[in-house]
């Protein structure tokens, strides 16, 4: 077959497969437009999942008669400028849109009308039907300016590209989480959503700034996150980071909470997502994502956004440079955000109380009661039952501080007057030799101790490590862990590592390593466990990444082995001890998993809950 040119409406069919996958890829390049325009309100119907019916009406600028005929023309934009030389420096693009292609590619699959009106003008229309331009004719238009674009009908005339479509729902769900987007990064627009002639979407414009941004976040996200989110603001070498980061224990099950911004564009890109888990890493386990909006701004000289034929992904000119902005605000705003952990945790708490009926205890015994409902209502405490953490606790509460020592380490803790004034409060039990409960100001705080001091451990470690000194202790007789050869070799060839890291190994032959030192920071630790979960680690991980750059996972496996097991029977001073380290411990809001460390209970949520409010 001869090399022959095709004709134009396939052109157009063809790129439009490209930039409209889908009735919310159309909606989005028509909410783009009216963004560019100046709009400063912007409504959108869509009817059927986007697939009978869109229409975007906007306050913008609108257009003139003459242009009516060139927007719908490919390659035709108003949004870049030649200089002198008649060069277009793609560069330097400051518009959503900049490449003359959405009106064309919607009008080539679709029944497209556009109808507009610009300031002291007369409004105008201009229909294109699969492709098939129609002259621009006087049309009403109900305001002094701006634009109406329909799109009925889409892909009409690509059925193929119908049939992939999914059901209107799911396409309906398509639409509405674009919304949200563009919504989100312009806080100053004003955005009403319908569907199928129901309003799901209205969001009245906000002061530009951050706190307009919350207030559009809250609508959006729900005051959970905005309860939940740290702000963080950063700049380095021009570029801008800011937004809202979740806190790790409002962490969720995908990626859908993240959403991510370059210069007001909505963008699913590899280079910030990886920057985001990064950021975490230290935080959540593998299968937990952040929530996070975040909005980068940069000079666009040092970003191309034209290498996606959606405009979903940009390049960067100093990759590394932009995710080191990313990691280190967020590790900051992490770190800043010491031991808190989320709301919703507590609510969570609160919300499985009130679930339960009453609770079976005698009123006779009062003190019992409260405690027993740690374990659920479920299990009725008899009246004058012995709750044995509650005993115990009466005789170590009244137990002289001396008994600080008992702790893994002392010295960083602060030893207040009256500890019912920290944070975290006053230990007042230790229950099923688990949880700690303390009492505060106003509330009660329950702390799991196992998981707090694997987090208190870890970030030791971790500061050990970074100034190069992991102290370690020889152990009294050296032992020997019995692995599997490949095991043993394993742990072997990272034996400078593990030095590093205050472990100290040795060969032994036949698949056996001779452990002579452990890190001081573990304490008595088991050491047979310690070596076969490293053993594991570095089976699943392989050879392919250094230590140090696991620190994390390592540090991880180390500082559970060295934790406060559940069942141990702690002292009073040793709870306080863990309290108080936790308050000065950053990160220390949530173990290495993303689990919540403690739950605080305000006394106002209590009284409610017992219906004293
Ligand atoms: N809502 C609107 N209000 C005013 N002018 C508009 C509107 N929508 C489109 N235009 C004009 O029509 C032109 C063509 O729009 P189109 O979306 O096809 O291309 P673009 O926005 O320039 O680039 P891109 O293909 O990247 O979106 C725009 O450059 C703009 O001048
Ligand atoms: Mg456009």
């Known amino acids: 077959m001869p090399i022959r040119r095709l004709p134009p ?16 890829s159309a909606i989005k390049e028509l909410v783009e437009n009216a963004l560019d325009a100046g709009a400063t309100r912007i409504e959108i119907q869509a009817d059927g999942g986007g697939l009978s019916r869109i229409l975007i009406a906007d306050d913008g600028h609108g257009m003139a008669p003459d242009q009516l005929a060139l927007a719908v023309e490919r390659h035709a934009t108003s949004k870049l400028e030649p200089d002198d030389a008649g060069d277009v420096d793609l560069l330097r693009i400051s518009t ?50 701006g634009a109406r674009v329909e799109v009925r009908d889409l892909f009409y005339a690509t059925p193929a590209r119908l049939k992939f479509m999914k059901s209107e729902r799911s396409e309906a769900m398509a639409i509405s989480e674009e919304i949200k987007r563009q919504a989100m990064a312009h806080e100053g627009v004003a955005f009403t959503l319908d569907l199928d002639g129901k309003t799901t979407l209205r969001l009245p414009a906000e002061h530009p700034g ?113 995710r080191g902005l990313i990691v280190g605000a967020l590790r900051h705003a992490l770190h800043a955000a010491g031991h808190r952990a989320s709301t919703t945790v507590a609510d969570n708490v609160l919300a499985g109380f009130t679930a339960h009926t009453g609770p079976a205890w005698s009123p006779s015994s009062p003190t019992a009661r409260g405690f027993s409902g740690w374990t659920g209502w479920d299990r009725p405490v008899a009246a004058n039952q012995d709750i044995p953490g509650l005993s115990e606790m009466s005789v170590r509460v009244e137990a002289p ?93 990272r034996a400078d590592e593990l030095a590093q890291l205050g472990l100290i190994v040795e060969p032994f032959g036949g698949g056996a390593v001779l452990v002579r030192e ?30 140090s750059e696991r620190l994390g996972e390592v540090c991880g496996t180390m500082a559970c082995h060295g934790s406060v097991r559940a069942g141990r029977v702690l002292s009073a001073p040793e709870m ?38």
């Open 9 to 24: 409406e396939t052109v157009n069919r063809i790129a439009a497969g490209e930039v409209v996958e889908r009735p919310s």
């Open 96 to 145: 959503l849109g900049f490449r003359g292609e959405a009106l064309p590619s919607i009008g080539s699959v679709a029944r497209l009308t556009i109808t507009s009106r610009a300031k002291d003008g007369d409004a105008h229309q201009i229909t294109v039907e699969g492709g098939d331009q129609r002259p621009v004719a006087p049309a009403g238009f109900p305001g002094p300016h």
């Open 210 to 322: 951050d706190e307009g941004r919350l207030k559009r976040l809250a609508a959006l996200l729900g005051r959970d996150f905005e309860a939940n989110a740290l702000l963080i603001d950063q700049s380095r070498e021009g570029i801008r980071l800011s937004g809202y980061a979740g806190l790790p224990t409002y962490s969720r099950g995908n990626g859908g909470h993240q959403y991510l911004f370059v210069n007001g564009r909505p963008v699913r890109d590899r280079l910030l997502q990886g920057a985001l888990r990064g950021a975490y890493a230290d935080f959540l386990a593998r299968d937990r994502h952040p929530a996070a909006v975040l909005f980068l701004e940069i000079d666009p000289l040092f970003v191309d956004v034209n290498v996606h034929p959606a405009k979903a992904e940009v390049r960067f000119r100093d990759p590394a440079l932009v």
């Open 401 to 493: 501080p001396a008994d600080v020592q008992h702790w893994p380490d002392p010295s960083g803790a602060p030893n207040p007057a009256d500890p019912i004034d920290q944070p975290l409060g006053a230990a007042r039990a230790q229950v099923h030799g688990t949880y700690i409960v303390a009492q505060t100001r106003d509330g009660i705080v329950v702390v799991d101790q196992h998981a707090a001091h694997e987090r208190l451990v870890y970030e030791r470690m971790k500061t050990q490590m970074a100034e190069g000194s992991v102290i370690r202790q020889a152990l009294l007789t050296p032992e020997v862990v019995e692995l599997d050869p490949a095991e043993a070799d394993r742990v072997i060839a």
């Open 518 to 547: 452990t890190p001081a920071l573990l304490g008595d630790t088991d050491v047979q466990g310690l070596i076969r979960d490293i053993a594991d680690d570095l089976a699943e991980h392989g050879a392919a990444l250094a230590l």
């Open 576 to 613: 306080n001890a863990l309290l108080r380290q936790m308050e000065a411990t950053p990160h220390s809001g949530q173990c290495n998993h993303g689990r919540p460390t403690y739950v605080e209970l305000k006394l106002n949520d209590l009284e409610k809950l017992f219906g004293r409010r």
